[in-house]
């Protein structure tokens, strides 16, 4: 049964390949990113092999929890989990659950960042080599430590999905989960800098990643260096520990798998009394205040939206995670700025996330002009709030009310060329999205290198375009220029507002050209 | 049916506000000429022709894959056809896309609604997007939620809706601009019983009333109930129009179908399967 699974699943993957050459490329970029790492870990480890044995254990044992934890958290930044083995496609098949399960787990293997991760752990062998003990358990311990990956990553992502009985519930919950993710990722980050600098002094590394060993993201990666350091019997509790670690995963994955088999997402009874028509019944009757309006309740009320909206806290904690805590330098006043310029782009496919309900827009025979001004006053009105929070917050905390201009400018000027710059882009580009209502640890299929690329375009594009703005903030901000702060705003406002404007005019022209195909499109995204 | 009197009363079943301005226009409601489009290799729709009178009860019938949804969806402008015309009462639809589409009220089959807006916020949303006044749109949204039988459940999001409660909820976005032709894919699917008469006598005034109805359907009772015109297409292309008289020819036209497009086994099925 498991291999007929697994053959569907390469089945599934050559035929997705085969039918679209983009997502070869991707797939093969994918491939040649992946043998990089492999020769890159491979070498790294041979050398550390070579070392003085403290040194290689301190090594494995951080390499393992790395590994661990990019499994987990990986899903969400870069491709998110291969669902083609998805719970629900295979629901409907005569296997049990736990037969269920050891398939999910083998297509996970079989991936390319499962193929990855065994080559990968494979080299672990280099350095134990040469210590007799070592090499015996790591025969044990590195299967372990690759299983404990792909089933951790596996048992999360379902917990996140599970959790709760209403729809309400399961999106509250995969928020909080993937908030928790997003801000847990940078204190990792810290924790990381924290190490780097320790081994600059050589001193406390040892005591970190020995109290690292301990947990369960790095027990069965340390247990091979205890044994070939003779410590028998703190390897031999660490290998209870990662046992123990994948007995519990495994069960919890169980847990919510099997409830959520027989209880497919519920519906919520819940009413609300009719007559309230929210933001309908503020904007005026038209088409731009329709747009305004859903856009506007898309922000509030979707939980994909408001998973982009949490990009914006996490903007100044990335910058004093990176500047290592410093409050006084320039970097964390300026940090509006980069929240700033996170904000405006948020929108630069909109209409991805309409999904094919973009054919009620396209059916009302909207003007362009009038679709893309409605969407982005949607986005402005709570990006624009949102980044004079921020901007305000930031300075409050480091007590720098001067660069006020300075920043609210620099910052309100990436954001409106932000904006238009997603007036165009979200005329000219869909990309794959979650249904309402997905986990944020589903990937979509169908993400393919181009659509990267034109992102990063997008970023590039707003970037160039902000420069009048940014560069007397960043004038202002960092060396002191009297004066500059107050042309940043002025130069903020003016220029952010003709961009705006420029963009919704041109945006409208192809959004008007366009329209029908990029209905085509997502429907396309909706068969995939 | 081509020439509706204008005196004729709006049926009690539609609220005045919703029903058509009755029409002396003796332009088709809707003419399709050369209609065509390919997916890569396959071929959906092959030179179509079609004519819906102004008034009419249009029935759009074929199997599956026949082509409907996608002639369905390059008559109201949500496909870009590869070549071919689409006139909505002599509007054509893809070199004045805005003119046009006020005119078609469209319920499209498989796409998602705005599902995260509540059955009231989806309705208001339609009636704003086509720039009714304020006190339209409330009272528009009031009366049709009331017909479709969805007043309780007016403050609901839609995802939380059966399949049957958002057909109508989508049906009543296709009405609230008052269009003069409505096109309507699959409007019955998983609609329960009750519903899809009260819907039935809403649509039949309506056409009365000088509007015109384009349905596509599976069911082939229905449509020999309900319209008075049909087409038959099979593999993009038309086998036959006319009144629904003229097409089924004194047979029922579910046999009349099956005659017309073929592929009807008449077999027991296999021997595996039968249980004794």
């Known amino acids: 049964m498991v291999a007929t699974v697994l053959r569907i699943r390469f089945r599934v993957l050559g035929n997705t390949l085969s039918r679209s050459p983009m997502q070869l490329v991707g797939f093969i970029f994918g491939v040649i990113g992946a043998v990089w790492m492999l020769f890159l870990a491979g070498v790294g480890l041979f050398f550390v092999g070579t070392l003085d044995l403290d040194i290689a254990r301190a090594v494995v044992t951080f390499a393992g929890a790395v590994l661990t934890l990019g499994w987990v958290v990986g899903p969400i930044f870069a491709a998110g989990l291969d669902t083609t083995l998805d719970p629900a496609k295979l629901a409907p098949f005569p296997m049990t659950t736990r037969q269920m399960m050891v398939a999910i787990t083998a297509g996970g293997l079989t991936g390319v960042p499962g193929i990855t991760t065994a080559i990968g752990s494979l080299a672990v062998f280099l350095v134990w080599v040469r210590y007799p003990a070592a090499a015996v358990a790591a025969v044990v311990c590195v299967p372990l430590g690759v299983v404990i990956c792909v089933v951790a990553s596996r048992a999360v992502a379902a917990l996140a999905a599970g959790i709760g009985g209403g729809r309400r519930t399961r999106e509250v919950v995969g928020l909080v989960g993937f908030a928790l993710v997003i801000f847990a990722s940078p204190l990792f980050v810290g924790v ?24 369960p993201v790095a027990a069965a990666w340390a247990v091979p260096g205890d044994l070939a350091a003779g410590a028998w019997i703190t390897g031999l509790l660490k290998l209870v520990i990662a046992t123990a670690t994948l007995a519990l995963l495994w069960v919890l994955w169980r847990r919510s798998l099997a409830a959520s088999l027989v209880g497919p997402p519920a519906r919520a009874a819940r009413r609300r009394r009719s007559g309230s028509l929210g933001w309908f019944g503020v904007m005026p009757s038209n088409p731009v205040g329709a747009t305004w309006a859903r856009s506007l309740t898309s922000w509030t009320r979707d939980f994909r939206y408001l998973r982009q909206l949490l990009l914006i806290p996490f903007a100044p904690v990335l910058v004093l995670v990176y500047s290592r805590g410093d409050l006084d330098g320039p970097f964390f006043a300026a940090s509006g700025l980069l929240v700033g310029f996170f904000a405006g782009i948020l929108a630069y496919t909109d209409v991805s996330y309409d999904g094919t309900a973009f054919a009620t827009v396209l059916q009302t025979g909207i003007r362009g002009r009038a679709d893309r001004l409605g969407r982005m006053l949607g986005s402005a009105t709570v990006s624009i709030p949102l980044v004079l929070l921020a901007d305000v917050v930031t300075l409050a905390i480091v007590g720098k009310w001067e660069l006020l201009p300075a920043v609210i400018g620099g910052s309100l000027g990436l954001t409106l060329v932000g904006l238009g710059v997603s007036a165009v882009s979200s005329a000219l580009l869909v990309v794959p999205t979650p249904a309402p209502g997905d986990s944020p640890f589903k990937r979509v299929p169908g993400s393919t290198f181009t659509m990267f690329l034109a992102f990063f375009l997008c970023w590039a594009l707003v970037a160039v375009l902000a420069l009048p703005a940014v560069i007397p903030a960043v004038m202002a901000v960092f060396f002191g220029v009297t ?45 995939a | 049916m081509t020439d509706i009197p204008r005196d004729v009363p709006p049926p009690s079943a539609l609220p005045e506000a919703v029903a058509p301005r009755a029409s002396t226009d003796s332009r088709p409601a809707m003419q399709v000429t050369g209609l065509a489009k390919r997916f890569g290799q396959k071929v959906a729709v092959e030179g179509l022709d079609l004519v819906v009178p102004t008034g009419s009860f249009y029935g759009l019938v074929g199997p599956n894959g026949a082509g409907k949804t996608t002639t369905l969806s390059m008559a109201t402008g949500l496909l870009r056809p590869d070549a071919g015309t689409v006139d909505i009462h002599g509007v054509d639809v893809w070199t004045h896309p805005v003119e046009a589409k006020k005119l078609i009220g469209n319920l499209a089959d498989g796409v998602r609604l705005f599902d995260r807006l509540t059955g009231e916020q989806l309705v208001t949303y339609t009636g704003m997007m086509f720039g009714l006044t304020r006190e339209e749109v409330g009272a528009r949204t009031a009366d049709l939620l009331q017909i479709m039988d969805l007043t309780e459940a007016a403050g609901t999001p839609v995802v939380d809706y059966s399949a049957g409660m958002t057909k109508k909820v989508a049906l009543a976005c296709a009405l609230v601009h008052a269009p003069r032709l409505l096109v309507l894919d699959e409007p019955f699917e998983s609609v329960d019983p009750v519903s899809a008469a009260n819907i039935e006598d809403i649509l039949r005034g309506y056409t009365t009333s000088g509007g015109t109805v384009i349905v596509s359907s599976h069911s082939m009772d229905l449509v020999q109930r309900m319209c008075d015109h049909v087409a038959v297409i099979a593999q993009g292309r038309l086998l036959a129009s006319g009144t629904v008289d003229e097409v089924r020819g004194g047979q029922t036209l579910q046999d009349r179908f099956v005659e017309l497009v073929g592929g009807r086994h008449h077999a027991e099925g296999p021997q595996w399967l039968r249980q004794s």
């Open chain 1, 192 to 215: 990381t800098n924290l190490l780097f600098s320790a081994s600059e002094q050589g001193a406390q590394l040892q005591t970190v990643v020995s109290a690292l060993s301990w947990t």
């Open chain 1, 483 to 527: 004066g500059a702060g107050w042309v940043s705003l002025a130069i903020g406002l003016v220029w952010g507002a003709v961009v705006f404007a420029v963009g919704v005019l041109i945006g409208g022209k192809r959004f008007d050209a366009g329209a029908p195909t990029l209905l085509a499109q997502l429907r396309a995204f909706q068969g």
